[in-house]
């Protein structure tokens, strides 16, 4: 079965440094998203992404987060100066085949756990 | 009332037993309803689906009242290998949009 796959698994940075968290959607879906938890509390929306466009974003995705999708095939979440309460797990998702209305479930990768020190 | 809002557990039960949780949502419009369970440091995975007024895979069932706007899981003969936190996700209409989480119940299943 084709998965999402999310690289690396975990990633240890310093405050204000910069990381890119990268991810593999399902190839034949449309839609992307990453979603972030931070422990012990809910899953968050942080951007969808579609038509090599940003679709939505939430009040968390600020001017420190970007995202891209270089090659066709990465989905990369950026985050320019880490900030201590980045520190959270980041699920990137994939949906959906079809154009227009849509039902599909999101299907996760194993997501990247970030730890800023 | 919140987008969506789950019982927030916990929920300790024995094995063998029947457990039940509600997830109610706030947009109408929307037509697709999923339960994922998560478990620990885990991601997310699609446990079921739910287009129209229920679908049943085994063991669990899940419900969907549109009059009342809310969305049932139940767990029947529980095991402790279902011990999880199953999180209620209500996409809006349209494909690209959020999808929203529920915060989440967890389950603990007991020996």
């Known amino acids: 079965e084709p998965e999402v796959t999310q690289t690396p698994s975990h990633q240890v940075t310093q405050m204000g440094q910069e990381v890119i968290l990268r991810c593999v959607p399902i190839s034949n879906h449309l839609y992307f998203y990453w979603y972030r938890q931070i422990l012990g509390q809910k899953v968050e929306f942080l951007v969808s992404f579609y038509n090599n466009e940003i679709s939505e974003k939430s009040e968390i995705f600020d001017d420190q987060f970007s995202v891209e999708r270089p090659d066709g095939s990465n989905f990369t979440l950026k985050i320019r100066s880490t900030k201590l309460e980045d520190s959270a797990m980041y699920f990137c998702a994939s949906r959906g085949t079809g154009t227009g209305y849509d039902n599909s479930p999101l299907h996760f990768g194993n997501g990247t756990r970030l730890t800023v020190t | 009332r919140k987008e969506v809002e789950q019982d927030p557990g916990p929920f300790n039960v024995p094995e063998g037993a029947t457990v039940a949780f509600n997830c109610t949502y706030s947009?109408?419009?929307?037509?697709?309803f999923f339960w994922y369970r998560q478990d620990c440091r885990k991601e997310p995975k699609l446990l079921m689906s739910?287009?129209?007024s229920g679908n049943e895979d085994g063991r669990f069932t899940a419900q969907l009242n549109r009059a009342s706007q809310y969305i049932s899981l139940l767990i029947r003969d529980s095991k402790l290998s279902d011990s999880a936190t199953y999180l209620c996700?209500?996409?809006?209409?349209?494909?690209?949009?959020?999808?929203?989480f529920g915060s989440g119940t967890q389950l603990t299943v007991l020996p």
């Open positions: 947009n109408s419009a929307s037509q697709s």
């Open positions: 996700v209500v996409p809006p209409r349209g494909s690209a949009r959020q999808l929203t």
């Open positions: 739910v287009y129209s």
